[in-house]
């Protein structure tokens, strides 16, 4: 059922590619995430986080709307900061960090954080603009979503 939500739900907003240990099988539902008419073309499972998570997975697309209208598809408070490229992707994904320093040259990323938690899910969701393409050889106007989906473990 949850399966079903996320491709009516989140497809409309991002048709992304995940990273997750096998045993995190479980999806997000539609609630987490409106509809929305932007495509959201899916990024490299790793370049920007962790192969294998120890627990929750990832998923990772790259939207054409600026980063404020992406971020109104999620009715949330966003915590917004420019930071420099290495601080907006972190160290967790197996990107070439000199390509990506190289590629902003002294220009800052807008990074804007918040997170979601219900029906035993936590969510955080990360979005970056400017951000690189799949090669690392061109920056692109539109917005990275990163997500971070965790699942409650079941409880009796």
């Not at 990506?100 to 990360?126: C, K, M, P, S």
Request: charged content about 20%.
């Amino acid at each position: 059922m949850r399966r079903t939500a996320l491709a009516i739900g989140f497809s409309a907003v991002c048709a992304c590619s995940s990273t997750s240990p096998a045993t995190s099988a479980a999806t997000t539902s539609a609630s987490s995430n409106p509809s929305a008419s932007s495509s959201c073309v899916q990024f490299l499972p790793g370049l920007f986080t962790p192969l294998h998570p120890q627990r929750g997975r990832y998923e990772v697309c790259a939207a054409v709307e600026p980063l404020d209208i992406v971020a109104k598809q999620w009715e949330r408070p966003w915590t917004i900061e420019a930071l420099g490229p290495l601080d907006a992707f972190g160290a967790a994904g197996v990107y070439d960090r000199s390509a990506v320093a190289r590629l902003y040259g002294g220009r800052r990323a807008t990074v804007a954080r918040t997170w979601i938690e219900e029906d035993g899910r936590f969510e955080a969701l990360t979005l970056i603009s400017p951000h690189p393409d799949r090669t690392l050889r061109e920056l692109r106007p539109g917005t990275l979503i990163i997500r971070y989906i965790v699942f409650a473990p079941d409880r009796p």
